[in-house]
């Protein structure tokens, strides 16, 4: 997937689990940020690598908790990374690297368009529209769905 597709589809979910879409913006974008810069600098086989794992999340939620002291800075962190990890499902993603070992055999970084890309990308786009524009909204429907789960459990 690429960036627009990433950061609408987080941003959206993060503002209904009311989670800072800044910080789930930043965690959802630094697996590609930091696995693309290492791949064309040549220090690792593949555009995905370490910060296309599990472990990626946590690690970077903790520094930041120890960083900030803010849960809910550390938890969209962590949304926005585990995010990436399942918005990139449908290709090539070292899940529990470096406890599996796996074939990096990536080639070259390309850019396709396909549509898949131009669905997840449209949606992307749509998502972030509808986050940016009808926020109020979102947040009475996010309320909706909190006071209708109390309600069942109560």
């Known amino acids: 997937m690429y960036p627009l597709g990433h950061i609408g ?11 800072p879409a800044s910080f789930a913006f930043i965690g959802v974008l630094l697996p590609d940020v930091i696995d693309k810069f290492l791949f064309a600098g040549g220090f690792v086989p593949c555009g995905v690598f370490i ?3 599990v472990f990626f999340g946590p690690i970077i ?10 849960k ?3 938890f969209a962190l962590l949304f926005g990374s585990f995010a990436h990890l399942l918005e990139d499902a449908n290709h090539f993603v070292p899940w529990f690297y470096p ?3 796996y074939p990096f055999n990536c080639g070259q970084l390309s850019f396709t ?3 898949f890309v131009i669905l997840t990308e449209a949606s992307g786009v749509a998502l972030l ?9 979102l947040i009475y429907f996010r309320n ?3 006071s209708w789960l109390k309600a069942l459990t109560n």
């Open 9 to 19: 589809i987080t941003i959206f979910l993060s503002t209904l689990l009311y989670l």
């Open 51 to 53: 910060s296309h794992t």
């Open 61 to 70: 939620s903790l520094l930041a908790f120890l960083v900030t002291k803010r």
């Open 72 to 74: 809910d800075i550390a």
């Open 99 to 101: 406890i599996i070992n």
């Open 113 to 115: 368009i396909t549509p």
């Open 129 to 137: 529209i509808v986050t940016v524009a009808f926020n109020s909204k």
């Open 144 to 146: 909706k769905i909190n």
